[in-house]
């Protein structure tokens, strides 16, 4: 994998469970192969919104292994990898490897909030480790500490981190990113649901999306018009979806996009606690608002 494939649709692929809390494998792979056929651009299993804070080491590597052999060769796979503890995200990435998958999705270290210096060392072991095309997760409304910019700029000039996932709604930020990695082999992307467009427009490349799950259609056609500098059919698209990407976030992520997927019947809507399901009055809303969206018509 290059740099180059590092743009379009990757969705923030959910975990699906049964009641058990165990991990319904088949539904996992039917959803990676619905995901496939509507035209992403790859497949991000195991990140936040796959719960991977809640799997065991052995699940994490499972859910990775499952949704490669459900698509095969037809996209790559980016497993999430990451951790607050430095061997440990290197023991997932090592096994995620192993595991075939194409790229990795380090988040940043949580609860630890290292200084930069720490936070550059904690990237560069990795990547230094597992010879793997690599993207920084920066979310610090979930891990607590902002990566710096000269953080991120100084970790791009490192051969196997290629990649940038902005999901820190600081719109200034990713722009300055982009305008200092120009000369580098790097991709920013969206990590922020209503703030892809607007990525894209600074000279972010694509995006991690938890929406693209529920109407990867929509997501893929905003993206792709974006990138081809069509970005009055991208903006429709981007209003399109403005209600549902609101309405993914009424509570914790994944909450709200596992009712959605269970709403469309494509997985139960069930969570690991400590998370739990969906408000019922936020459910009824959540299902109008994805009755507004009539089926995507999509030209080839």
Do not use: C
């Amino acid at each position: 994998m290059t740099v180059s494939e590092f743009r379009g649709v990757y969705p923030a692929m959910t975990t699906p469970f049964y009641e058990d809390g165990s991990i319904d494998f088949e539904t996992l792979r039917a959803d990676a192969r619905r995901l496939a056929d509507a035209g992403v651009d790859g497949l991000v299993p195991v990140g936040s919104t796959g719960e991977s804070a809640t799997l065991s080491h052995d699940e994490h590597i499972e859910v990775v292994e499952a949704v490669i052999d459900a698509v095969g060769d037809d996209v790559p796979v980016i497993a999430g990898s990451g951790s607050n503890n430095t061997r440990e995200a290197l023991e997932l990435s090592r096994r995620s490897a192993e595991a075939g998958a194409d790229a990795l999705l380090l988040i940043s270290p949580y609860y630890n909030k290292p200084e930069p210096a720490g936070m550059y060392e904690h990237y560069r072991t990795i990547a230094d480790e597992v010879d793997l095309p690599q993207i920084v997760y920066n979310v610090p409304g979930r891990t607590g500490q902002n990566i710096a910019v000269d953080t991120a700029v100084d970790l791009a000039s490192h051969p196997n981190i290629l990649g940038y996932k902005a999901a820190s709604g600081d719109l200034s930020q990713v722009s300055e990113i982009v305008e200092r990695t120009q000369d580098e082999d790097f991709a920013v992307l969206a990590g922020d649901d209503g703030l892809i467009l607007p990525t894209l427009s600074v000279g972010g490349t694509g995006t991690i999306s938890v929406v693209a799950n529920i109407e990867p259609e929509r997501t893929v056609d905003m993206v792709h018009s974006a990138l081809a500098d069509d970005y009055e059919h991208a903006r429709e698209r981007h209003h399109e979806l403005g209600p549902l990407m609101r309405a993914l976030f009424w509570e914790t992520n994944p909450i709200p996009v596992n009712e959605a997927m269970d709403i469309r019947g494509y997985g139960p809507g069930n969570v690991r606690l400590p998370l739990t399901r969906l408000s019922e009055d936020l459910r009824d809303d959540l299902a109008a608002v994805l009755d507004d969206l009539d089926p995507v018509e999509v030209e080839a």
